[in-house]
């Protein structure tokens, strides 16, 4: 079966992408986000029941998945600018994640320095 010279020429792209192996640990990432997201709205479960610990320990694989791309993407080096967009919308938001709510003010000026900075750089990735 022919694959269509376009889809052809694409698939081939991504794989010479001089950032290939980053954006797929990204893809993975954001993939792996919307795992946890949509597990910690699902339900919540009385604490200490059976279902409540298989809730947590699905939550704890889908944490030890995330910090596993996140090590991964760090380990590559950024060479194009969507490798480095990828990585800066990964570390913010990582860095949202270690700020709880309500508690904005607590962080350092560094913290809100980091979190300004990935902010500014990926703005253009949200537009």
């Not at 939550?59 to 596993?68: G, W």
């Not at 913010?92 to 979190?115: C, F, H, N, Y």
């Amino acid at each position: 079966m022919a694959v269509p010279f376009l889809a052809a020429t694409a698939h081939a792209e991504a794989y010479l992408h001089a950032d290939a192996a980053l954006l797929a640990a990204f893809n993975q990432f954001q993939d792996c986000r919307r795992r946890i997201d949509a597990h910690c709205v699902a339900k919540n479960h009385i604490f200490g029941t059976p279902e409540e610990r298989l809730h947590e320990d699905k939550l704890n694989a889908l944490v030890v998945e995330q910090d596993e791309l996140v090590a991964a993407m760090a380990a590559l080096p950024a060479t194009t600018h969507a490798g480095q967009q990828a990585k800066a919308i990964a570390a913010l938001t990582m860095l949202r994640d270690q700020i709880a709510p309500g508690e904005e003010e607590l962080g350092d000026s560094m913290t809100w320095l980091e979190v300004s900075l990935l902010t500014d750089l990926t703005r253009e990735a949200a537009a």
